[in-house]
């Protein structure tokens, strides 16, 4: 069990290299990574579902499902 408490800088936010990726800076910095490492594929498959007529809410429920399944705790 490891009761390590990651080190914060001035406005609270982790920044301690043993945190996990997720956990480390500030929440828009965390948002620009995942944005800019997401594949080309899956905007590409994104775009194509939209293209073939599939309804936003219908894309967004099925990746909100995906997501669900995913992070289950």
């Known amino acids: 069990m490891n009761d ?3 080190i914060r ?3 609270g936010n982790i920044d ?5 990726a ?4 500030m929440r828009f910095s965390r ?3 995942i944005h800019s490492s997401m594949p080309y594929e ?4 994104l775009k ?3 293209d073939n007529g599939y309804s936003k809410t219908e894309v967004y429920l099925v990746l909100i499902d995906q997501l ?3 992070f289950q705790t």
């Open 68 to 70: 669900d399944r995913t």
């Open 16 to 20: 301690d290299y043993n945190a996990k």
């Open 9 to 11: 800088d001035f406005y």
């Open 42 to 45: 899956f905007r590409k498959y």
């Open 31 to 33: 948002r620009l990574f």
């Open 48 to 50: 194509e579902l939209y």
């Open 4 to 6: 390590h408490e990651p």
């Open 22 to 25: 997720g956990e480390v800076g």
